[in-house]
T-cell receptor
């Protein structure tokens, strides 16, 4: 099964500080995603990437940056963390081709609390 | 308004019972649907997909799609305590590699022993 690992798993950050969430996948998948999960809103797409050194905006990109330095790694960056960014963040990957390639494989999540 | 809406928000069924989860899209462009399941403390995992009108059965799970009414449902028969989780419906406009997946708000299922 596809393996997606996130770090840190949990973090407390101060308002206005910089936060970097990291994601690593070992399955040679083309696509990688960052979602945030809030109660009642399900999963909302922040940024995604389909190739190294390129990122795309998702549905809620404001306040977030993304970086894809290699096929395996995808980071989410909060330059100036705000209280409203307290949430659980999930990284996901998928192959991108064929029906089976449309399945998303999620990491275990990173719980971020901004104080 | 969310483009993919799920109901009910929470559901409790006895062990061995039938659980029925619903999903409605407000965007007629959505043609491909998935169900994902998330156990507490874990990331979501794909449960099953359905792309054609009608029923699709995988073990104890049956998905039903009606594109005309933009309605998808998931039925779990002989529910087990291990089925207790948060279930997400997700939809995509097409099956192309670049198409994004839109998730609903989720239904929390509790199976009572």
């Amino acid at each position: 099964e596809a393996a997606v690992t996130q770090s840190p798993r949990s973090k407390v950050a101060v308002t206005g500080g910089k936060v970097t969430l990291s994601c690593h996948q070992t399955n040679n998948h083309d696509y990688m995603y960052w979602y945030r999960q809030d109660t009642g809103h399900g999963l909302r797409l922040i940024h995604y990437s389909y190739v190294a050194d390129s990122t795309e905006k998702g549905d809620i990109p404001d306040g977030y940056k993304a970086s894809r330095p290699s096929q395996e790694n995808f980071s989410l960056i909060l330059e100036l963390a705000s209280l409203s960014q307290t949430a659980v963040y999930f990284c996901a990957s998928r192959e991108g081709t064929g029906n089976s390639g449309n399945t998303l494989y999620f990491g275990e999540g990173s719980r971020l609390i901004v104080v | 308004q969310q483009k993919v809406q799920q109901s009910p928000e929470s559901l409790s069924v006895p062990e061995g019972g039938m659980a029925s989860l619903n999903c409605t899209s407000s965007d007629r462009n959505f043609q491909y649907f998935w169900w994902y399941r998330q156990h507490s403390g874990e990331g979501p995992k794909a449960l099953m997909s359905i792309f054609s009108d009608g029923d699709k059965k995988e073990g104890r799970f049956t998905a039903h799609l009606n594109k005309a009414s933009l309605h998808v449902s998931l039925h779990i028969r002989d529910s087990q305590p291990s089925d207790s989780a948060l279930y997400f419906c997700a939809a995509r406009v097409n099956n192309n590699a670049g198409a994004k997946l839109t998730f609903g708000g989720g239904t929390r299922l509790t199976v009572r022993p």
